[in-house]
């Protein structure tokens, strides 16, 4: 039977059928789906984890039990899971390890941007590169063989194009594989620098191997088309190519893209007068092939930055401009927003007036950096905002007037070592932990403060109150930040502490069951003053007519919350 497949739903189904029994995850678009459609299946056992390391780990310590096992995860959790992923290389295997990691290049969901081939390379660890639904099944299963043939975890690289797209794929039956036993190796398995000294050899020798068998392995493949151009490329760069050249071109496509093949590479630049080697974000193919001494086009042509398209492609090497039927410069810019009743908005409407130094995190609350509310003033990283606002505190002289905002599954991820380090050095900071009871920004999530599992099951839950104070953090208050009042004057009172505090900002995700959505609020014309005061939050339920000056409700999304009604002061907000 054949199916369209996201290449995502494609990674999932590969585990199936290829006999994964272990995956763990921590959601990260453009990778969240693998994890979520392998769920579906029995035969798996799929859980998220707290983040991205303990995935690996868990991964890990599956395969050394014999097991087949998976852990996915985007670009920037790549570098949350390094520490075990090196460490996995020099170890090996028991059974097959496949560690996917999707890539953003264009950032449509990334605070950066970040060729994860690097990884692969540095790690001394194979990678694959589907371009296609089918691929990402097919390359499933490679990838298994390859990590058992040659005793090593092997990652799956995606992009978003490849993750998000869809195509037909051919579905089989599942190959049920074993669990194998363990045998006690302390050679192998426990690296201290005895062992691990001539474990790098063997990763070396391996490595050598591997580049070997990439010289006539499956996934690697010619297509002569007797042309004087020819084209190297691996994913979703080589769907652009064909779709802008097709048989004007000749084409290497790569399905492996760490270890690079030689002797391949060489023979194909040899047939052709000219050949462009058409990679998104870093050179590394091209890399390779200068290295080697094989006279190749690439970065001088094609950006660094950003996506390649099949447009772009044409036109470089053919010199030949796509005609655009629309133009789409003209359009307004559509920025993302917080979602009409976001519990988030109140908060952050208190900090703007407070005016408060804040110390942002990695969520959708991050959209609390955007006009009109512009409350956020930094955000690097998962965690950051706690460690950094400790810093910050140290720098500047436990400033009064600075906080750290950090989602509940981010907190969980790795703001909890921060708030440790707050506690420990005795930083007089407070952080606002903004729980909305699921993990919002990747599609709704649970995570270990929600009490439900991935596979929908009941479980334990973490309290974050107790969490918090376990740690030595002595003040910590729940708020509902809806509650606007009331959460000026408690942020005010933990401003004045002289010890660090935790302020739980607590109300559900207002796109969850549990979420209470009430009748949409009207405007009555007659008491609207034309202040605006009710604009300063943000909401896009709210518009300003360009005619009247008055503001009005869209009904269509309005959900109820009552926190432009608090803002008004002459009542025009009112009930239907």
């Not at 994860?116 to 499933?140: G, H, Q, W």
């Amino acid at each position: 039977m054949r199916k369209l497949l996201l290449g995502n739903e494609a990674v999932a189904r590969g585990l199936y059928e290829h006999g994964c029994r272990i995956v763990s995850s921590y959601p990260g678009t453009p990778s969240t789906e693998i994890t979520e459609f392998a769920a579906t299946y029995d035969a798996l056992y799929a859980e998220w984890a707290p983040n991205e390391k303990v995935a690996v780990e868990t991964a890990i310590g599956a395969s050394f039990g014999g097991a087949r096992a998976f852990a996915a995860m985007k670009h920037v959790g790549l570098n949350v899971a390094a520490d075990p992923v090196f460490t996995s290389s020099y170890t090996g295997i028991n059974a097959g390890l496949i560690i996917a990691v999707a890539d953003d290049p264009g950032m449509h969901s990334s605070q950066n941007e970040q060729d994860s081939r690097n990884y692969a390379i540095a790690s001394k660890i194979p990678m694959l590169e589907p371009s296609d639904s089918t691929e990402c099944r097919d390359f499933v299963g490679v990838a298994y063989e390859i990590s058992e043939k040659f005793d090593t975890p092997v990652f799956l690289r995606l992009t978003t194009r490849i993750a998000h797209s869809q195509s037909l794929v051919e579905l089989g039956e599942r190959t049920d594989v074993g669990v194998k036993p363990f045998e006690k190796n302390p050679r192998k398995y426990v690296m201290t620098p005895a062992n691990a000294i001539p474990k790098h050899t063997v990763v070396e020798n391996r490595t050598a191997a591997i580049r070997e068998w990439a010289e006539n392995c499956s996934v690697n493949t010619v297509e002569d088309n007797g042309t004087s151009i020819g084209v190297i490329a691996a994913g979703t760069c080589y769907d652009y190519a064909k779709e802008a050249l097709a048989d004007k071109a000749s084409y290497l496509k790569l399905g492996m893209v760490n270890p690079l093949p030689i002797k391949l590479i060489a023979d194909f630049c040899a047939k052709y007068d000219k050949v462009y080697v058409i990679e998104e974000l870093d050179p590394v193919i091209e890399n390779h092939c200068k290295s080697n001494g094989f006279n190749v086009i690439g970065k001088e042509v094609f950006p660094l930055c950003g996506e390649i398209n099949s447009s772009m492609i044409k036109e470089k090497i053919l010199g030949e401009k796509t005609e655009i039927g629309a133009s789409f410069t003209d359009l307004p810019v559509r920025p993302p927003v917080m979602c009409s009743g976001c519990p988030h908005r109140g908060m952050f409407y208190v900090l703007k007036k407070l005016g408060v130094f804040v110390n942002g995190d990695i969520g959708c609350y991050t959209l609390g950096g955007a006009a009109p509310l512009n409350a956020i003033d930094t955000t690097v990283c998962m965690g950051f905002s706690v460690a950094g606002l400790h810093g910050f505190l140290k720098a500047n002289g436990e400033s009064k007037k600075s906080v750290a905002v950090i989602g509940d599954s981010t907190f969980i991820h790795s703001g909890i070592t921060g708030l440790i380090n707050m506690a420990y050095n005795r930083s007089s900071g407070t952080v606002i932990v903004l729980d909305n009871s699921i993990t919002g920004m990747t599609g709704h999530q649970q995570n270990p403060s929600t009490g439900v599992t991935l596979k929908g099951d009941m479980t334990t839950s973490v309290d974050l109150e107790a969490l918090c104070k376990a740690v030595g953090i002595n003040r910590v208050r729940v708020v509902d930040p809806q509650e606007i009042n009331e959460v000026e004057k408690i942020v005010k009172e933990e401003l004045e502490a002289d010890e660090p505090s935790v302020i739980i900002a607590r109300r559900p995700c207002v796109m969850i069951k549990k979420a209470v959505i009430k009748p949409p609020y009207r405007i009555d014309p007659d008491k609207c003053k034309k202040c605006k005061m009710c604009m300063k939050i943000g909401c896009p339920s709210l518009s300003v007519d360009p005619e009247t000056g008055k503001v009005s409700v869209d009904k269509t999304l309005c959900v109820g919350c009552g926190l432009c009604k608090k803002l008004c002061k002459f009542d025009a907000i009112c009930e239907n």
